[in-house]
């Protein structure tokens, strides 16, 4: 195997009940992310971060959040919204960080074997972490939870599978079947076009995680843009085989709702909810503003469609009944405007093409390959795509050359080959393409 593809990033409610507006007042923070430098033997090698908010009281409920590629802890307790509902309802956050020395991009290793195995490497990291706050925050230890993206996702899906008796819920966003790749080579085919497998075979790897274990399961909550090109959208159907098969529930949906921002709920039995998010790309679905049901700030990787933490929040009973709707009900929100092709951290799902160096979204020394003009016979301008690099390469509307890629016809520069840095391209003719980030 190649040593850089060792480093490679190949990650990567009950609701149902329509809510009024409640204006929501910004609290005064006192409370601060903070570092626990000391929390187990951490065979991992994990960063941990913990959020308590003022006036947490004992046995409170407690939710790990997992960022993506590229992101660290700071990045998504920031933007995915968790800290208000943390804030707001009463509950503890801890925020597990992947370090660029167990992987170049910062990506949980959910397709290492050694780290997603119960009683070893992350995932037991991870489960120390719950143990230390626990022990130490007085946490109820029947309501913890776990969620993350894309390769935090697929980390949740490793958590869940390896500790049904740690979590009793858990919110993949974005994310892969647990034991679909134990290769950096097949975590490639696991994200995009995805794996298929019965039912039962999905089953079968989350049981032989815990063999012989009899206990009650974790509730499964699965996110999913329908226009995902990083984590295809066929990977939600798979999850939803494989937890529908391990809670023994029926892969037909006992009820259906819409929800706000375009996003399409599936039921099954209340064990598995499959949220799809319509139009949406490879992201944690945000909805910013100051309303209790509004929450997170929008990005590349956090979508203005629905505030999936408020949902999730409420679907593992975390307000405690504590919502008074007051006010009307509005339109589902408008998506923003594309936000910068280039975050300060943006997670991805799907692998790297670069070498084990952490890669910079922009190359510091760009080829000298100049874009060619554009024809002067110009058919209309056809759809716009947005995509990873990669992804673009792999469609065809874009080639790589010594690890840069450029658009097909024009050669516009679009900067490093992987999955992480994204573009916008037009066709503006046969196979001629031109980079239009502000209009994707």
Same mark, same amino acid.
């Given at each position: 195997?190649?040593?850089?593809?060792?480093?490679?990033?190949?990650?990567?409610?009950?609701?149902?009940?329509?809510?009024?507006?409640?204006?929501?007042?910004?609290?005064?923070?006192?409370?601060?992310?903070?570092?626990?430098?000391?929390?187990?033997?951490?065979?991992?090698?994990?960063?941990?971060?913990?959020?308590?908010?003022?006036?947490?009281?004992?046995?409170?409920?407690?939710?790990?959040?997992?960022?993506?590629?590229?992101?660290?802890?700071?990045?998504?307790?920031?933007?995915?919204?968790?800290?208000?509902?943390?804030?707001?309802?009463?509950?503890?956050?801890?925020?597990?960080?992947?370090?660029?020395?167990?992987?170049?991009?910062?990506?949980?290793?959910?397709?290492?074997?050694?780290?997603?195995?119960?009683?070893?490497?992350?995932?037991?990291?991870?489960?120390?972490?719950?143990?230390?706050?626990?022990?130490?925050?007085?946490?109820?230890?029947?309501?913890?939870?776990?969620?993350?993206?894309?390769?935090?996702?697929?980390?949740?899906?490793?958590?869940?599978?390896?500790?049904?008796?740690?979590?009793?819920?858990?919110?993949?966003?974005?994310?892969?079947?647990?034991?679909?790749?134990?290769?950096?080579?097949?975590?490639?085919?696991?994200?995009?076009?995805?794996?298929?497998?019965?039912?039962?075979?999905?089953?079968?790897?989350?049981?032989?995680?815990?063999?012989?274990?009899?206990?009650?399961?974790?509730?499964?909550?699965?996110?999913?843009?329908?226009?995902?090109?990083?984590?295809?959208?066929?990977?939600?159907?798979?999850?939803?085989?494989?937890?529908?098969?391990?809670?023994?529930?029926?892969?037909?949906?006992?009820?259906?709702?819409?929800?706000?921002?375009?996003?399409?709920?599936?039921?099954?039995?209340?064990?598995?909810?499959?949220?799809?998010?319509?139009?949406?790309?490879?992201?944690?679905?945000?909805?910013?503003?100051?309303?209790?049901?509004?929450?997170?700030?929008?990005?590349?990787?956090?979508?203005?469609?629905?505030?999936?933490?408020?949902?999730?929040?409420?679907?593992?009973?975390?307000?405690?009944?504590?919502?008074?709707?007051?006010?009307?009900?509005?339109? @589902?929100?408008?998506?923003? +405007? =594309? &936000? !910068?092709? #280039?975050?300060?951290?943006?997670?991805?799902? $799907? %692998? /790297? *093409?670069?070498?084990?160096?952490?890669? @910079?979204?922009?190359?510091? +020394? =760009? &080829? !000298?390959? #100049?874009?060619?003009?554009?024809?002067?016979? $110009? %058919? /209309? *301008?056809?759809?716009?795509?947005?995509? @990873?690099?990669?992804?673009?390469? =792999?469609?065809?509307?874009?080639?790589?050359?010594?690890?840069?890629?450029?658009?097909?016809?024009?050669?516009?520069?679009?900067?490093?080959?992987?999955?992480?840095? =994204?573009?916008?391209?037009?066709?503006?003719?046969?196979?001629?393409?031109?980079?239009?980030?502000?209009?994707?």
């Amino acid at each position: 195997m190649p040593r850089w593809l060792r480093f490679v990033l190949p990650v990567l409610a009950a609701v149902g009940t329509a809510v009024g507006l409640t204006v929501v007042s910004t609290p005064a923070y006192a409370a601060s992310l903070t570092t626990v430098s000391s929390f187990g033997s951490n065979p991992g090698n994990l960063a941990m971060y913990s959020y308590r908010p003022d006036g947490l009281p004992a046995n409170a409920p407690l939710v790990v959040a997992m960022h993506g590629c590229t992101q660290n802890a700071t990045d998504y307790f920031t933007n995915a919204g968790w800290r208000k509902y943390a804030d707001l309802w009463r509950f503890a956050l801890v925020l597990p960080e992947q370090k660029s020395a167990n992987n170049s991009s910062s990506c949980f290793n959910w397709f290492e074997t050694g780290d997603t195995a119960r009683g070893s490497g992350e995932a037991l990291s991870v489960k120390q972490m719950v143990d230390y706050a626990a022990t130490n925050y007085q946490i109820d230890r029947g309501r913890v939870y776990v969620t993350g993206l894309s390769a935090g996702a697929a980390m949740t899906a490793v958590m869940l599978a390896t500790y049904p008796d740690v979590f009793a819920g858990g919110a993949i966003m974005a994310g892969i079947p647990y034991r679909c790749a134990t290769s950096t080579t097949s975590a490639f085919s696991c994200m995009n076009p995805g794996v298929d497998k019965t039912p039962a075979a999905w089953g079968d790897l989350v049981r032989n995680a815990y063999s012989g274990y009899t206990g009650a399961r974790p509730r499964v909550s699965i996110w999913h843009g329908t226009s995902d090109t990083t984590v295809a959208p066929a990977n939600a159907t798979e999850l939803r085989d494989q937890w529908t098969n391990v809670l023994g529930v029926s892969q037909t949906p006992t009820s259906t709702a819409s929800l706000p921002g375009g996003t399409s709920l599936s039921n099954y039995a209340d064990k598995v909810k499959v949220y799809l998010v319509q139009g949406m790309t490879h992201a944690t679905p945000v909805d910013p503003g100051s309303a209790t049901e509004q929450c997170g700030t929008a990005g590349t990787y956090y979508k203005d469609t629905i505030c999936s933490s408020y949902y999730q929040a409420r679907d593992w009973g975390l307000d405690g009944g504590v919502v008074t709707p007051t006010g009307s009900p509005t339109a @589902s929100p408008t998506p923003s +405007a =594309t &936000p !910068s092709a #280039t975050p300060s951290a943006t997670p991805s799902a $799907t %692998p /790297s *093409a670069t070498p084990s160096a952490t890669p @910079s979204a922009t190359p510091s +020394a =760009t &080829p !000298s390959a #100049t874009p060619s003009a554009t024809p002067s016979s $110009t %058919p /209309s *301008a056809g759809p716009c795509v947005r995509a @990873s690099n990669y992804a673009h390469v =792999t469609a065809g509307r874009a080639h790589q050359s010594g690890g840069y890629v450029y658009a097909n016809g024009s050669n516009q520069a679009m900067g490093l080959y992987n999955v992480f840095t =994204t573009h916008g391209l037009q066709q503006t003719g046969a196979n001629y393409y031109v980079v239009a980030d502000t209009a994707c």
